[in-house]
T-cell receptor, first 113, second 111 residues
Framework: DVKVTQSSRYLVKRTGEKVFLECVQD?????MFWYRQDPGLGLRLIYF???????EKGDIPEGYSVSREKKERFSLILESASTNQTSMYLC????????????FGPGTRLTVL | QKEVEQNSGPLSVPEGAIASLNCTYS??????FFWYRQYSGKSPELIMF????GDKEDGRFTAQLNKASQYVSLLIRDSQPSDSATYLC???????????FGAGTRLFVKA
């Protein structure tokens, strides 16, 4: 079974802090994704990566950056956390981009005070 | 217009009935279509995918795709209380890579 893990289930940070969310997958998947999920808005893509050191902006990249130094690890960075970044953050991975399913991690509930 | 639209629900059906979940998408060139189930407090998990027009059956689940109408549906036969969850429709747009998710439909199956 594919396993996608995320570094924290719950996180509380203060406005202006730099926040790191980490995601690790163990199935040698090429593609990794970061989403945020908010009530009524569904899942929105922040960034994705289709190879090591490669990244592409999703629909809402502002205020975020990512890092993929190793194939299995994809990090999401909030450069200066703000209250409107309070959300559920979900990491996912997939083997092929166009036809394959995405496997999700358990999510990180981030609260920015 | 949202790229992937779903009725937010809640959709309530009695146990044993057929639940019908619907989804429309805006990009006519979309090529891959998925249904994910998300239990409260959990992350989404894949139920079915469909690439071609027509029906695809897997156990109690049937996915239906009509590309001309830009419409995807999920039928759940013999609904069980354990099917109560939010169902997310997802579409991979023309060009691949990006998956667009609908906001989800909440389903309640009453025992």
């Amino acid at each position: 079974d594919v396993k996608v893990t995320q570094s924290s289930r719950y996180l509380v940070k203060r406005t202006g802090e730099k926040v790191f969310l980490e995601c690790v997958q163990d199935m040698d998947h090429e593609n990794m994704f970061w989403y945020r999920q908010d009530p009524g808005l569904g899942l929105r893509l922040i960034y994705f990566s289709y190879d090591v050191k490669m990244k592409e902006k999703g629909d809402i990249p502002e205020g975020y950056s990512v890092s993929r130094e190793k194939k299995e690890r994809f990090s999401l960075i909030l450069e200066s956390a703000s209250t409107n970044q309070t959300s559920m953050y979900l990491c996912a991975s997939s083997l092929f981009p166009k036809t394959d399913t995405q496997y999700f991690g358990p999510g990180t509930r981030l609260t920015v005070l | 217009q949202k790229e992937v639209e779903q009725n937010s629900g809640p959709l309530s059906v009695p146990e044993g009935a057929i639940a019908s979940l619907n989804c429309t998408y805006s990009d006519r060139g979309s090529q891959s279509f998925f249904w994910y189930r998300q239990y409260s407090g959990k992350s989404p998990e894949l139920i079915m995918f469909i690439y071609s027009n027509g029906d695809k059956e897997d156990g109690r689940f049937t996915a239906q795709l009509n590309k001309a109408s830009q419409y995807v549906s999920l039928l759940i036969r013999d609904s069980q209380p354990s099917d109560s969850a939010t169902y997310l429709c997802a579409v991979i747009k023309t060009g691949g890579f990006k998956t667009i998710f609908g906001a989800g439909t909440r389903l309640f199956v009453k025992a």
